[in-house]
């Protein structure tokens, strides 16, 4: 199975520790947070990964070539001109997949979600997309009603709310774990661009049906800043 791994983040709530090294190379246990995205979407079958690539380019490839000889297969989508964000990255790689479902994780997730799991789900729904969301402490959720459907979006520090269709019901917040399942069909929906895949999923969800995959239990972390990332250097220390 195909997985798209985005390892092109700035890192800029990193501060001092993203001005030398790419995010995806800061280590945890020895290890880079690229090598543990890998093996973990490996260890559930997706062994055939694309990554993507913006600062630090060069040195995010070394360590793609050190993973491709400990025999993980790895292709590389170059950003160094222009990141794309979410979105305008995945349209980029479309060429790489084919007509199966494929997963989408990010880089900086530190999780124990059992990625298998969340395809058999997507697969027995049938959606457009699947994403995997928890209840956690945020600014930006999405809003999903009583059978887990995406409905709208929220910025709870501006107010911003955007709802995808009239009388949706009640409605949930659900923060957004960095990973989902995505079918091949959504390339028809998408263009060239720099642009994240929210305000996709928030047009799509209008017509097509976005499933969400809630998992409270166990552990997730985001390691996007310098507090994030010392919590989880001591939960696996």
Known sequence: MKAMIFAAGLGTRLGEISRSIP???IE????SILQIAVEK???????DIIVNVHLFADLVENEVEKLRKLNFNITVSDERKLLLETGGGLYKTRWFFDNDPFLVYNADIITDLDLSALYRFHMENGGIATIAVRNRPGKRFFLVNESGLLKGWC???????II??????VLKEAGFSG?????PEIFKYMDEGVYSMTPLYLRLAQSYKIFTYWHDDG??????TPENLKYVRKYFG
């Open 155 to 161: 910025n709870k520090e501006t107010g911003e709310e």
């Open 41 to 47: 979407v490996y260890a559930h079958g997706f062994d």
């Open 164 to 169: 995808v269709e009239s009388n949706p019901g």
């Open 179 to 183: 990973i989902h399942i995505v079918n």
């Open 28 to 31: 945890i246990n020895g290890k």
């Open 23 to 25: 995010k995806a190379l």
């Open 219 to 224: 552990f997730w972390a985001d390691i996007g």
